[in-house]
């Protein structure tokens, strides 16, 4: 069985800094690429970062720069350290395994809220 258990939104300042973790069950996670995304209200999910099996990583413009993207495969668990958040970050941030047959699966997300 596969879960995704997202953890340590919060409300923070902007200027400030959370990180988000993933933990990842019922899957080979070290041959997984991983990713994160965030859907505001009103809003389409969107991608954030990706991180490959090799640990190459990829991220949106939006984010580049401010966010790091990184995994710890003995825990199986996908990282998002978020810096110099804005309130254009505010959402609900997703972690999703970037498999074929798998992309279907999601967690319960992680509150994300930048005040100005």
């Known amino acids: 069985q596969v879960q995704l258990v997202e953890s340590g939104g919060g409300l923070v300042q902007a200027g400030g800094s959370l990180r988000l973790s993933c933990a990842a069950s019922g899957i080979i996670f070290s041959i997984s690429t991983m990713a994160w995304y965030r859907q505001a209200p009103g809003k389409q999910r969107e991608l954030v970062a990706t991180i490959t099996s090799g640990r190459s990583t990829n991220y949106a413009g939006s984010v580049k720069g401010r966010f790091a993207i990184s995994r710890d495969n003995a825990k199986n668990t996908v990282f998002l350290q978020m810096n110099s958040l804005k309130p254009g970050d505010t959402a609900v941030y997703y972690c999703?395994?970037?498999?074929?047959?798998?992309?279907?699966?999601w967690g319960q997300g992680t509150q994300v809220t930048v005040s100005s």
């Open positions: 999703n395994i970037d498999r074929v047959g798998y992309r279907h699966y």
